[in-house]
């Protein structure tokens, strides 16, 4: 389909490497790949893979312990690898641009933001006159859809969101027309209904100044939004390059397969049946396919054989020699849930009209009566045994303040916390001993939550000394048993931390929680530091702890598709109020809260590609906090007046479910589009 | 650890830090077979003619009572090493162990502390000895133990705020509120989780001190209020024969060669180590 033209750009068999402790590591090797005119080339990997190394090569940008052994980077018939800085330096920012992934570090906090364009513009001798600047800046502002270009110009970085951060940074990027943009995963760091803002941006930005990109992720649903052609990579290597259905639909790489496979989606129905075993080591890959030692289907020779990539049909291209004999991945149908614990009837934790605080009242404020609002507001909640209910919303939205509440970490401002039918004291302090053994945190990060200077023998022994009063060879075994209950056997006694990879951390973590054998485990966010392979793998771990051992989990999550996959219920958050609580099923499906439709219909999702219905950008208006419902000010179905300033009543739907919207149900059902678009079997619900 | 590993740790280690060791193994040999070997008695009078000069028998020359000057510097090279590093080791753990608690208990506690340590802080070193030398009495002048309590007490302040820094940076990662949350108490969060994390920190502290240490006991010495004669400590050495300076400089430039190179060694070591350790400080222990 595609005629082969000459390419904007082209990478031929480029191997690279970092120094690091003494040692120089190959990080890319042997990677050719070439973009288009006019395409978005994705590239996806996970962590480590060397796709940000690529795209980094693309500028010739190597850093001091970095090593180029072979290849070219060939562009408008130069070879970049060859040009001296000064060179560079004319065809970086006007030729070829980065967007960089956090938007906040690259922009300076000391300059308007205006003035940091104005200064790519003179950097680069693009324009001059001082007037001819600045209206190319307020052209630049509008071109990436940001509001009150004058005004803006003069603000400072901080004075912008996440997202107008990013379009900031897009506008610095396209400031001297640039044939090529480079964006290192630009939407990483920012929420879901922005990102989706940010890639219909990219999209129409694309269409309307017809450049190419080069678009690193390691998310598949966002390229699925995006991209023309994708590049796999692995362990740095290029394993498969195809167009974007063909990629989802027929993927042949086994690797590929097992990163589609992986992937939780908001669809639950429709899953590739693969996942991927093991982790990528480094330093024991194969001189062969490196990603022999997960594979399924290696056969003998594997190992040794190195691999190229061989073309499949048109346009796509496999580094596997048993491509031929191996099947094409192929979505299936689930028709069950894989899994079902019933929850039990009683209930476990409670929370009834809870509301937080971070900051107590000063003086000064209780007098001059302008205690601050809480960020969260008259939240009820309730948990059943051995029942999971995410935790879903924005950032801002509240939803780990009250886990930490439950947690005695802060205590409430108002509202009374009961757990197991007693009340919860606010302060951890004042809680006993069986409270605090019941109710267990696992934090995001589990870099930070393992002490590196403690062995994972340490580590773990705390709970069991501190909760049972074990000691040696009971204490030995049950630190076994804890171990084991992660999969990970008694080698990793002795490690530390810093000499596991991020997965085998969270599972760390989450066994330091079981250890403590609570009723109840505060999840916050535990997925979303880690690979999408080690997600499947945490998930599955997950399911089962909770079918064995009878824990609730307070599961707090950004990712929906991650919810569909874990919860029992749902309760949305939006600015520290609660829009809607059900069941995870009637969530999913209509009618939807306004602010849950929003939700969804922002998610990208690899069965829904070129989503083109992005939801229209709402400015936030103006609305009293604590008068009307939070979420009028961005709600694409408001009704006016009403919204703004009355309490929306509280809807049952079903036997359990609630829907707290001034919209009767039926409107709100014959309003919601998201259900209609997911392709393939049948409606939800 | 074979010989190899160690030989390349030491070609990747700081220039000063080498040079530094060599130095610093020159005076811990000293000390421990130093006083084996002088060829006189340290208080033995009459080695020679009283202010006669640089001899091969007498390389620092020969002092007013008669007494062999490389003799006494060669003693005395224990009693300084040790007291400095008595001193800092003990200033270091009193000041840490006060750094931390203060700050993970926070509120007032640390709030009071942390003024303290300030108001000790603005008192020069010298001065701030002389106090607790006063403090203490006639009695106790000259007693080693003193000395030792000296440094220790002048040190501690300026640990505890380094402690406090270094812990303030630990206490609000995720373990230690893991910690909390499992109702451990403030011991055992201080011991198990702030004091692993903050020992690079305090290493780096420890060594620094430990190179000035030698200096603050050598000036006690000078000024009479270290430790007492006939016992040659270097400070208390150069101030006996600094009257002699005119006619006889070796007496003094002896033993404040000793002490100068004492100094240099030890802080170039530190400074290499300090270097080593805050690159590594963040990779844990393997």
């Known amino acids: 389909m595609r005629v082969a033209t000459d390419p904007v750009i082209a990478v031929e068999e480029l191997d690279f490497a970092y120094r690091t402790s003494g040692q120089w590591v190959t990080v890319l090797k042997g990677v050719s790949v070439h973009i288009e005119k006019g395409e978005v080339l994705g590239l996806v990997g996970e962590s480590g893979c060397g796709k940000s190394t690529l795209a980094y090569t693309l500028l010739s940008y190597l850093r001091s312990n970095a090593r180029i052994d072979n290849g070219k980077v060939l562009f408008g018939g130069l070879n970049l690898l060859d040009l001296q800085r000064s060179e560079l330096d004319q065809l970086r920012g006007v030729q070829i641009s980065l967007v960089p992934q956090n938007p906040t570090t690259a922009l300076s906090p000391h300059i308007r933001v205006g003035q940091q364009i104005g200064e790519v513009l003179v950097q680069h001798d693009f324009l001059q006159d001082k007037s001819v600047i600045d209206e190319r800046i307020q052209e630049l502002f509008s071109l990436v859809e940001l509001p009150n270009p004058d005004a803006l110009a003069l603000r400072y970085p901080h004075q912008l969101s996440g997202g107008q951060q990013q379009r900031v940074c897009i506008a610095m990027a396209l400031a001297c027309d640039p044939n090529l943009l480079i964006l290192d995963e630009p939407t990483t760091g920012l929420d879901v209904t922005t990102q989706s803002q940010i890639i219909a941006l990219l999209i129409r930005l694309r269409k309307q100044l017809g450049m190419c990109m080069l678009y690193v992720t390691h998310d598949l649903g966002v390229l699925a939004q995006i991209a023309d052609r994708v590049g796999v990579m692995y362990a740095g290597y290029m394993v498969e390059v195809a167009p974007l259905d063909r990629l989802f639909d027929t993927p042949r790489h086994p690797y590929t397969k097992g990163l589609i496979g992986s992937v939780p989606d908001v669809d639950i129905r429709k899953r590739m049946s693969q996942s991927l075993k093991g982790l990528l080591q480094r330093d024991k890959l194969p001189v062969g396919c490196p990603f022999q030692p997960r ?26 020699q048993r491509w031929r004999s191996i099947e094409p991945g192929v979505p299936v149908d689930l028709t069950d849930a894989e899994w079902s614990t019933a929850p039990g009837d009683r209930s476990l934790l409670a929370l009834d009209n809870v509301s937080l605080r971070y900051s107590a009242d000063t003086l000064f404020s209780s007098v001059f009566g302008r205690s601050s609002i809480p960020v969260v507001r008259q939240v009820s909640l309730s948990l059943r045994r051995s029942e999971t209910l995410a935790l879903v919303g924005e950032s801002g939205s509240g939803k780990s303040t009250i886990a930490k509440a439950v947690a005695g970490i802060l205590p409430p401002l108002t509202g009374i916390i009961e757990f197991d039918e007693t009340g919860l004291a606010g302060d951890i302090r004042r809680r006993t001993a069986e409270q605090r053994k019941n109710i267990q945190f696992i934090f995001q990060n589990p870099d930070a939550s393992l002490n590196p200077r403690s062995s994972i023998e340490q580590i773990l022994s705390r709970p069991l000394v501190k909760f049972f009063g074990l000691s040696n060879s009971e204490l030995h075994d049950a630190i076994d048993d804890s171990l084991a209950s992660v999969k990970l056997d008694s080698t990793y006694r002795a490690r530390y931390p810093d000499e596991l990879s991020g997965g085998e951390r969270q599972r760390v973590a989450i066994a330091r929680a079981l250890a403590a054998r609570p009723k109840l485990l505060l999840c916050d966010e535990i997925l979303s530091a880690l690979d999408v392979s080690v997600q499947a793998n945490i998930i599955s771990l997950l399911r089962q702890l909770q079918t064995e051992n009878e824990i609730a989990m307070l599961f707090i999550s950004h990712d929906l598709a991650v919810v569909r996959n874990l919860a029992h219920r749902v309760a949305v958050l939006y600015d520290g109020e609660l829009m809607e609580t059900g069941q ?12 849950t439709h929003v939700l969804l219909l922002a998610v990208p999702s690899i069965y829904n590609r070129r989503a083109s219905n992005v939801p229209a950008r ?38 359990s479910n609630w829907i707290r919207c001034h919209h009767p149900l039926e409107e709100l059902s014959k309003r919601a589009t998201w259900h209609l678009q997911l392709n393939g079997t049948g409606k939800p619900g | 650890m074979n010989l190899t590993h160690w030989f390349q740790l030491w070609r990747r280690s700081p220039q000063s830090l080498r040079l530094g060791s060599i130095i610093l193994v020159f005076w811990l040999l000293v000390a421990v077979f130093g006083a084996l070997w002088t060829p006189y008695g340290y208080a033995q009078l009459g080695a020679g003619l009283p202010l006669s000069g640089v001899s091969w028998d007498h390389p620092f020359g020969i002092d007013q009572l008669g007494r062999d000057v490389f003799s006494r510097v060669l003693y005395g090279t224990h009693i300084v090493i040790l007291l400095a590093l008595a001193g800092t080791t003990l200033g270091v753990v009193i000041g840490a162990l006060i750094g931390l608690v203060s700050a993970y208990i926070g509120g007032w506690l640390d709030e009071v502390v942390q003024r303290f340590a300030e108001a000790f802080i603005s008192i020069p070193f010298l001065v701030l000895a002389l106090l607790i030398i006063a403090l203490a009495g006639p009695d106790l002048s000259g007693d080693p133990i003193l000395i030792v309590m000296v440094v220790a007490f002048v040190y501690t302040p300026r640990i505890t705020r380094m402690a406090r820094a270094a812990a303030l940076d630990v206490i609000t990662r995720d373990f230690v509120t893991i910690a909390k949350l499992r109702g451990e108490s403030a011991w055992s969060v201080v011991w198990r989780e702030l004091l692993p994390n903050t020992t690079g920190t305090l290493l780096v502290e420890f060594s620094l001190r430990a190179g000035y240490a030698p200096a603050l006991v050598g000036s006690l010495g000078f000024l009479g209020f270290g430790i007492k004669p006939p016992i040659p400590e270097w400070g208390l050495m150069i101030s006996e024969n600094r009257q002699l300076i005119l006619a006889q400089p070796i007496t003094v430039i002896g033993p404040g060669l000793a002490l100068a190179s004492l100094i240099v060694g030890l802080n170039m070591f530190t400074e290499g180590l300090a270097r080593i350790l805050g690159r590594t400080v963040k990779l844990g222990e393997q």
């Not at chain 1, 056969?299 to 048109?314: G, H, W």
């Not at chain 1, 995870?584 to 306004?594: G, T």
Request: charged share 20%; with cysteine.
């Open chain 1, 618 to 655: 709402t400015e936030i208006v103006g609305t009293a906090a604590g008068k009307g419902c939070a979420f009028a000010g961005r709600c694409p179905w408001q009704l006016g007046e009403v919204c703004t300033q009355e309490d929306p009543p509280w809807r049952q739907n079903g036997q």
């Open chain 1, 295 to 320: 594979c399924d289907h290696e056969d003998a020779t594997c190992r040794e054989m190195p691999q190229t990539l061989e073309i499949v049909s048109d346009g796509h291209q496999v580094a596997c």
């Open chain 1, 584 to 595: 995870v099923e009637a969530l999913f499906s209509p009618p939807f809260h306004p602010y």
